[in-house]
């Protein structure tokens, strides 16, 4: 793992760093604020969120996902950003304000913020691949009674970094980029 405030002088270092296609470094996250940082990581802000709409499909050979329908804001907070309310036993798809360009010899793990499950909110994640570049997307689960609001650019999730030993291979998936859902429809894994 990648201790201490090393995960902010990251930010700062260009070698070894994922290039452009005119050979300049891209920095480890786009649209980052410095003030988001923590010890051991760098926090991700909601920037829209999603509610899977149809059937999906998890085969040996192909996958669908379902379309993701954009959440509408709600009104009525007293607050200079749009919010969301999480309604209980609904499933959501959250999409970060940072893009992330990982590159070969890290990756990262995303964890919660701990005010989501102290209030009924679980959080879905997976790791962040090496050479994935793109947003990132999390799913969401209200759990509580009542209703969860979140406000848009709120911190949401932690990502941990952590340095590859030997050889990274480069993410090939077809989730490169930051694409969403196959909008239900139907192909070939990779």
């Known amino acids: 793992m990648i201790r201490g405030n090393v995960a902010l002088e990251l930010l700062q270092r260009e070698t070894h760093w994922p ?30 969120l999603y509610e899977p709409k149809g059937c999906g499909l998890l ?5 669908a996902t379902p379309d993701l329908v954009e959440v509408g804001y709600t009104a009525g907070k007293a607050s200079e950003n749009p919010y969301w309310e999480l309604w209980p036993n609904r499933y959501y798809v959250a999409q970060t304000v940072e893009k992330i360009h990982m590159p070969l010899w890290m990756t990262g793990y995303i964890s919660p913020r701990s005010t989501l499950y102290r209030s009924g909110v679980t959080f879905h994640s997976g790791n962040i691949a090496p ?60």
């Open 131 to 190: 050479g994935y570049e793109g947003t990132l997307f999390f799913g969401l689960c209200y759990e509580g009674s009542g209703s969860f609001a979140i406000e848009q650019g709120a911190r949401f999730a932690l990502v941990t970094f952590y340095e590859v030993v030997g050889h990274g291979q480069s993410y090939g998936g077809q989730w490169q980029g930051g694409r969403a859902t196959t909008k239900g429809e139907l192909e070939t894994q990779v």
């Open 59 to 63: 085969g040996v050979a192909e996958r």
């Open 19 to 48: 290039r452009n296609s005119k050979g300049v470094p891209q920095p480890l996250l786009e649209n980052w604020d410095s003030k988001w940082g923590e010890n051991a990581g760098l926090e991700m802000r909601i920037l829209r």
